[in-house]
């Protein structure tokens, strides 16, 4: 996911206070991440309020993969765009363990084995589709690269953020394991 924006650049925590970004109701980090900042504003919203509120200017920063921001028309209501990912999108496909194990063998080895080919094509075709989307943003909007000390200011943040999330959002121990996982 990409931080794209309105009118400005969004290089440090710092460039969000006094904005007000899209934030997705159902959350429970960005929220922490947004008070960690301090003086931003985000607005509570789920995917097809975006557009409408995009419009008004209610909001003026979307994280978002871009071929959703492309997609879903957000990104025409948008001018800057961050080169750098600041955050990961997932998508899966999910099965009741009670319903897989109440099928036959044979069916359940079906489903598995189509199951994980239709994952492996779709996350390759989603990966390209988002890649030549941001392409296309990228030549459309300014573009914003960030210098290793901005990136260290958000470090800085996030490191915070974590912390807080520490503090009753997570266990501190998946937060510990996340944390090893991403050196």
Known sequence: ????????????????????????????????????????????????????HLNTGAVNVVEAPSLAAEQ?????KLDTINGDVSAMALGALAFSS?????????????????????????????????DAAFARLKSKMTVVELSDG??????????RTRARLKQGVFPPDLVDKLEALAK
Request: glycine share 6%; proline share 6%; net charge positive.
């Open 1 to 52: 996911m990409h931080l794209i924006s309105k009118g400005f650049a969004v290089k440090t925590p710092d460039d969000l206070r006094g904005k007000k970004p899209l934030l997705w109701r159902d959350d429970d980090m960005q929220p922490i991440l947004y008070d960690v900042i301090g003086g931003v504003t985000p607005v509570s919203l789920n995917v097809p309020e975006v557009l409408p």
């Open 72 to 76: 879903l028309q957000w990104a025409s």
């Open 98 to 130: 009670r319903r897989l194990a109440g099928l036959a063998e044979d069916q359940r080895k079906i489903v598995l084995e189509t199951g994980r080919t239709a994952a492996k094509a779709l996350t390759k075709r989603i990966r390209a589709e988002d």
């Open 150 to 159: 901005e990136k260290s200011k958000w470090q800085a943040v996030f490191q």
